[in-house]
């Protein structure tokens, strides 16, 4: 199984590293050394009241509870209804997960599938869709259509089929109508569907732009009833606060949707001590319950793409995509590991787009999680 997983993507970023931080300037507004928009790992602070949370739960010397408390499971059905539009949520079909990269990462090994069982995920995609895949010992296969499958039974479809919306890396959103051709397409085959959804909060579409969106404050969810048809059966919601809420390193997230499918995925759970800390659960509950921060954060966020996206664009590359999230989908309609070069030139390091997947290969990944001083530099050196 090991043998089977790919090299580690980020270990061939080293040599563009060292280039982008040997970058100097005699221009003080470009600044010095490297301008590091390769990873979306949060810079900000921790919100005080998030902070707050943990600290009043430090004492916590008794085991905390796989399932997580009733209250933070309710807290959580009431975002999903607040926030995204999908009432009804059960809090037997919540979970709090370590993350949400150790849940994509380990749900076709805690589904139970393994040899001669398909794992499906977009064809642009986050590495880990393919790695949980292998990990389990399941076939990955990646598609952006439920064509792409030919003509399927119960027993030929995949038994997994991922969604990202908004995807990282392409920021792209799936509507309502998708969303409910995909369950449509999935329940007839007895397909489960999972959907990642950790950038929802980060929404950049004019309200003209979302259509029959147009009255969710985020994007729509796999659990909105529009979707669904009032059944969660065979669908299972992935969110993480690290980026809403930058709880990156308090590793706080959930997973939601189909009762009986969360409840099998915490029968495994409990017997492998994959626990998330009580102190978390804690800080977990309040992030999903204070919207004030959330908003805050999403406005430091859409300044900096409104900095960076144009000058992305006089230097010369094209914005695809990138309707919500915490990237920019760029193309030089160059090959990816050109155009990272070129960029490490000027101390800016970016995510080339091969890691996503072949059909990536001549874009790059451009995180706004940096600092306002480093966005303005990276600004800067673009436009110098």
């Not at 027993?155 to 908004?166: D, R």
Request: aromatic residues 8%; negative net charge.
């Amino acid at each position: 199984m090991i043998s089977s997983l790919p090299d580690f993507p980020w270990d061939s970023l080293a040599p563009a590293k060292e280039r982008a931080r040997a970058f100097s300037s005699d221009d003080p507004a470009q600044g010095e050394g490297i301008v590091d928009l390769s990873v979306g790992t949060p810079v900000d602070p921790t919100p005080e009241v998030v902070q707050q949370a943990l600290r009043d739960a430090a004492d916590a010397p008794g085991y905390p509870q796989t399932w997580g408390t009733a209250d933070l499971r309710e807290a959580i059905g009431q975002w999903f209804e607040r926030r995204r539009g999908a009432p009804g949520v059960d809090p037997d079909g919540v979970l709090p997960t370590v993350g949400s990269k150790e849940l994509v990462a380990w749900l076709p090994a805690l589904l139970g599938l393994g040899a001669g069982d398909v794992v499906a995920f977009p064809r642009i995609a986050y590495p880990t869709y393919d790695v949980g895949t292998r990990i389990a010992g399941a076939t990955p296969f990646a598609a952006d259509a439920t064509t792409a499958f030919g003509p399927t039974t119960a027993a030929t479809a995949p038994k997994l089929l991922w969604l990202n919306t908004p995807s990282n890396p392409t920021g792209k959103v799936l509507g309502v109508e998708h969303l409910a051709k995909v369950v449509a397409w999935a329940r007839e085959r007895g397909v489960v569907v999972a959907s990642d959804e950790c950038y929802a909060e980060l929404d950049w579409r004019d309200q003209s732009d979302r259509g029959g969106d147009a009255a969710l404050p985020t994007t729509p969810s796999l659990l909105d009833p529009r979707v669904t048809g009032g059944s969660h059966e065979g669908l299972l919601v992935v969110y993480s606060t690290s980026k809403q809420s930058n709880l990156a390193g308090y590793r706080a997230a959930f997973a939601a949707g189909d009762p009986t499918l969360v409840r099998s995925l915490l029968e495994v759970r409990k017997h492998a001590g994959m626990i998330v800390p009580w102190p978390v659960q804690r800080a977990l509950l309040t992030a999903v319950s204070d919207d004030e921060h959330v908003a805050v954060q999403r406005e430091r966020y859409r300044a900096r793409r409104a900095a960076l996206r144009p000058a992305l664009e006089r230097w010369g590359l094209r914005i695809d995509d990138s309707e919500a999230g915490l990237y920019l989908w760029a193309t030089a309609g160059e090959p990816s590991r050109v155009t990272v070069d070129r960029l490490a030139d000027l101390g800016i390091l970016v995510a080339p787009g091969d890691f996503y997947g072949v059909a990536g290969e001549q874009h790059v990944r451009v995180a706004l999680s940096a600092t306002d001083e480093r966005i303005a530099a990276a600004v800067a050196r673009l436009d110098g």
